[in-house]
Nanobody
Framework: QAQLVESGGGLVQPGGSLRLSCVVSGFTLDYTAIGWFRQVPGKEREGVSCISRSGGSNYYIESVKGRFTIYRDFTKNTVFLQMNNLKPEDTAVYYC?????????????????WGQGTQVTVSS
């Protein structure tokens, strides 16, 4: 059974940084894409970033380009989302999810397994 567990969320001031981790089990990272999504109450889940199976075709939503970086460590079965220069509008619950494909997708419906989420709050 595939499992994903997020961690690393918290409260940070505007301009600060956080690094989210997504530890996976039950499958290997080199056979799938992994995406990061976020959701605030009353809104649909939004695709933030994705790392493709090869790692060479990644996705970032426009609002985080230049601030967020997605990468992975095969030895730790972990995908990271480094978030710099955080803004209040980045506040959300962040989820990682598996897309069993070579390529990335920004559509939540394409992902088959999800983590439980980690809260990120950006506030002064």
């Amino acid at each position: 059974q595939a499992q994903l567990v997020e961690s690393g969320g918290g409260l940070v001031q505007p301009g600060g940084s956080l690094r989210l981790s997504c530890v996976v089990s039950g499958f290997t990272l080199d056979y799938t894409a992994i995406g990061w999504f976020r959701q605030v109450p009353g809104k649909e889940r939004e695709g933030v970033s994705c790392i493709s199976r090869s790692g060479g075709s990644n996705y970032y939503i426009e609002s985080v380009k230049g601030r967020f970086t997605i990468y992975r460590d095969f030895t730790k079965n972990t995908v990271f989302l480094q978030m710099n220069n955080l803004k209040p509008e980045d506040t959300a619950v962040y989820y990682c999810a598996r897309f069993p494909s070579h390529y990335c997708s920004e559509h939540a419906g394409n992902y088959d397994f999800w983590g439980q989420g980690t809260q990120v709050t950006v506030s002064s």
